[in-house]
């Protein structure tokens, strides 16, 4: 950091900060600091206080006690306007993006380029395509957000507040999809605003991994209370996790046991257009193969395609040794394959209904006599999964939208295991959860193996790709071009492949 950075008055000063909702105190006297031209990592578990601490700064929420200074000056937020016109922006881990509109749009949205009160369109466009190439984005100004993939949203989400002027960027889960390319293309970015324009980043990932590799300083929270501020180069990744949780960390990924002999899935030749041209591969019961590679390389393609949710050109599928009909989700869920989306707060949960309620959407039809649905057995067999993965919450009808990630994402596989499901395709399983929600989540998939039940695991996540796969699979464009037994390879071997620089 420039010795100018640490002249000046900090970028943003939070003091005495406590914020309380019914029965919870969530921040309880919480100091925070950020400095010109430093990335501050923020971490904490799922519920330590870090997503309410920048809602506060973002206007999103109101502070019971406490101060806030913008370049040690007091600011009275009132709305979540002001922190923006002073140069704050925010890159929530929801995506905050219009479908309907297409990348250029969204980008400049509320800040187009006018003539007499109409969009200068050309322009528009220009500078869309300008800031994508700056910022390494392979992607086209004019196509609809509706139709990128997670990845590509918030590769777009990302883009869309670089454009503008800011200050202070607060990034919460910026890379939580994004694979190693794109990941290094951003880190590469946020160096050059923080050196060249002295920009402060408040940074707060589940990615450990990242903190020593781009933060500066490092604030940490547990339980609503600042336990402790750091700069990177004087603690350890280990001391930071035990500070977090307030106790030493175990082995986060447990041993998983040997696959049986019999497959539990089966795709032979499976084509969909060129984002899938030809991939054959089996997964035995009792056996995870997590699939990987590169944005675009067709890992949630596959997943969607042979779960019925995408139609595929050809190719057969296979489940217990039979070959099936994928032609549809509903048909797929019959045969007993069920796929977990990345995406489990929009797509694979409705947050304001119960645990009960998501478990019964797609066991609906099962439950059914005479028309009516068994809410009394329905009821039953939510509480007998809630027990049997271990899902914290009051009751069966506490909101998803209440429970931790590692808990939503419990609740998913809940309500596909009561479908029978014998194949499981977990696409991005930790994404976004804190290190005891990702313990909590890998330890579940390991008792679905004792179950014999085989799993496809998608995930931009190298290392948990090497630690959680029997096998590991690495797609590029489309097509398997290494698979690695467990033990073989290292991050570095699976990102040669992914990048088309493999060697047979």
């Known amino acids: 950091m420039s010795a100018q950075a ?36 923020l971490l904490g578990e799922n519920g330590a206080g870090k997503s309410t601490l920048i809602k506060i700064l973002s206007g999103a929420y109101t502070m019971d006690e406490g101060e806030i200074f913008l370049s040690g000056r007091p600011l009275e937020i009132n709305s979540p306007q002001e922190p923006l016109d002073k140069g704050c922006r925010f890159i929530y881990q929801e995506l905050n993006l219009v479908p309907e509109l297409d990348i250029a749009r969204n980008m400049f949205l509320g800040a187009e380029p006018l003539r007499f009160c109409l969009v200068k369109k050309k322009e528009l466009y220009e500078k869309a395509a300008y800031y994508l190439k700056k910022f390494h984005i392979d992607l086209d100004p004019y196509e609809m957000v509706g139709l990128l993939s997670v990845t590509q949203q918030k590769l777009v989400e990302i883009a869309k507040a670089l454009v503008k002027d800011a200050r202070v960027l607060v990034l919460d889960e910026p890379t939580d999809v994004l694979e190693d390319r794109s990941r290094k293309n951003l880190f590469d970015v946020i160096h050059e605003l923080k050196v060249s324009h002295n920009v402060g980043f408040i940074y707060i990932s589940h990615r450990y991994a990242e903190v020593h590799e781009i933060g500066d300083r490092v604030t940490i929270l547990r339980d609503g209370k600042n336990v402790g501020v750091y700069n990177i180069s004087d603690i350890s990744l280990d001391e930071i996790l035990e500070k977090m949780i307030g106790r030493k960390i175990e082995n986060q990924y447990p041993l998983l046991g040997q696959p049986q002999e019999k497959e539990a899935l089966k795709l032979v030749d499976i084509r969909q257009g060129e984002k899938l041209k030809g991939i054959s591969l089996n997964v035995k019961k009792g056996e995870i193969v997590s699939i990987t590679g590169l944005m675009g390389a067709g890992k949630t393609e596959l997943g969607r395609a042979i779960c019925g949710i995408d139609p595929c050109d050809s190719g057969d599928v296979y489940v217990d040794g039979k070959k099936i009909n994928y032609s549809s989700p509903t048909k797929a869920i019959d045969a007993g394959l069920s796929y977990l989306t990345e995406d489990r707060k929009t797509l694979g949960l409705i947050l304001i209904h119960s645990i009960r309620d998501n478990y019964g959407l797609p066991n609906a039809n099962r439950l059914t006599r005479f028309g009516f649905i068994d809410h009394r057995r329905m009821s039953l067999e939510c509480e007998t999964y809630m027990e049997k993965l271990n899902i914290k919450a009051p009751t069966k009808e ?49 008792s679905l193996l004792e179950q014999g039940i085989g799993i ?12 959680m796969g029997h096998r590991v699979v690495v797609l590029y464009h489309g097509t398997i071009v290494k698979e690695f037994k467990r033990g073989e390879a290292r991050e570095e071997d699976i990102l040669r492949a992914a990048i088309g620089a493999h060697s047979e």
């Open 6 to 41: 640490t002249a000046v008055s900090p970028l943003v000063r939070m003091k005495g900060i406590v914020k309380r909702f019914p029965g919870v105190l969530a921040l309880d006297n919480v100091d925070f600091v950020l400095k010109p031209g430093e990335v501050h990592m």
């Open 398 to 446: 506490t909101k998803a939208g209440q429970l931790s990630g590692g808990n939503q994402q419990k609740a998913v596989v809940a309500k596909w295991l009561g479908t029978e499901s014998k194949v499981l395709v977990f696409d991005e399983p930790t994404r976004g959860i804190d290190i005891a929600g990702r313990a909590e989540v890998y330890s579940l998939m390991s």
């Open 456 to 467: 496809l695991m998608l995930t931009s996540d190298y290392q948990e790709a090497l630690e």
